[in-house]
């Protein structure tokens, strides 16, 4: 799962894996961690809190927060 944006993904490179997740762009989860609803979805929702996947994604909240800050501070400086 990407930690970031919540999309659900699978791969068949070990090592790709290995590599996303060295540069913390991906969280290995196991298949019994997703509700059907993320299963059929492939994302995790910003708005859950109660299963094990929204829990996860909802402690980079901040993060998520910060970095729109930051883009949206590029977008208003350019235009000036």
Do not use: C, W
Request: net charge positive; glycine share 6%.
């Amino acid at each position: 799962m990407n930690p970031i944006t919540g999309q659900i993904q699978e791969f068949s490179d070990p090592n790709l894996l290995k590599e996303l997740m060295s540069q913390r762009l991906f969280v290995p989860i196991a298949a019994g961690d997703m509700t059907e609803k993320q299963t059929r979805e492939r994302q995790v929702s910003k708005y859950d809190s109660r299963s094990k996947l929204g829990k996860m994604f909802g402690l980079n909240r901040a993060q998520r927060r910060a970095e729109m800050r930051s883009k949206q501070k590029e977008v208003k400086n350019g235009d000036e």
